[in-house]
């Protein structure tokens, strides 16, 4: 069964550091999705992605985010200088068009800023 | 405001007893509703989801779900319990009808399971 993959599985960075996140989507899925995990909090939405841009974006997705599709296969969430409080567990998920939005996550991207 | 709510933080149940994991939402119009289980360590793997139609949801193991518009309700049930469903439950909306709209998660009801 297809499945969305991401690397690495465990990210340490020191705070001011760039880090680049790495997501596999499904194959023949056109949306794709981030999100984090803060350690003992919900699961909350960072960016939304389609058709090579941004569809829509939370507050917590400032300037020092950014994603991009440099492929037809990959797709990445970029933090350009971390900072302690982006210490969280990062999902890749993707969907399909017709399908009410339903989503797949990778495993996610523990990532922790020190 | 519009929102997710699942009430238990925390819920404990012996090995063959039935589960219920409680899952309000508060937006004005029926948006797309699922049910995601987190175990340790894991990614999110969806459960089940509900777009229109029967209430009563069928998901993967063993796993159902009844949408009831006049509660604002999405609960998720299991009429007997194994070790391994302990996990964490998130039930999630899609808040309005939107190619590639965003997920908004309710904080999540961790089981643990008593042998």
């Known amino acids: 069964e297809p499945e969305v993959t991401q690397t690495p599985s465990h990210q340490v960075t020191q705070m001011g550091q760039e880090v680049i996140l790495r997501c596999v989507p499904i194959s023949n899925h056109l949306y794709f999705y981030w999100y984090r995990q803060i350690l003992g909090q919900k699961v909350e939405f960072l960016v939304s992605?389609?058709?090579?841009?941004?569809?829509?974006k939370s507050e917590i997705f400032d300037d020092q985010f950014s994603v991009e599709r440099p492929d037809g296969s990959n797709f990445t969430l970029k933090i350009r200088s971390t900072k302690l409080e982006d210490s969280a567990m990062y999902f890749c998920a993707s969907s399909e068009p017709g399908t009410g939005n339903e989503q797949y996550f990778g495993p996610g991207t523990r990532l922790t800023v020190t | 405001a519009q929102s997710v709510t699942q009430p238990d933080i925390h819920i404990t149940v012996s090995e063959g007893a039935s589960l219920e994991l409680r899952c309000n939402y508060s937006y004005g119009a029926t948006p797309y509703l699922f049910w995601y289980v987190q175990s340790p360590g894991q990614g999110l793997q969806l459960l089940l989801k509900y777009f229109s139609g029967d209430t009563l949801v069928q998901g993967i193991k063993g796993f159902e779900a009844e949408f009831k518009r006049s509660q604002s309700s999405f609960n998720l049930r299991k009429p007997s319990v194994h070790w391994s469903d302990a996990a964490e439950y998130f039930c999630a909306v899609v808040p309005f009808f939107n190619q590639g709209g965003k997920l908004i998660f309710g904080q999540g009801t961790e089981l643990s399971v008593k042998p």
């Open positions: 992605f389609y058709n090579n841009e941004i569809s829509e």
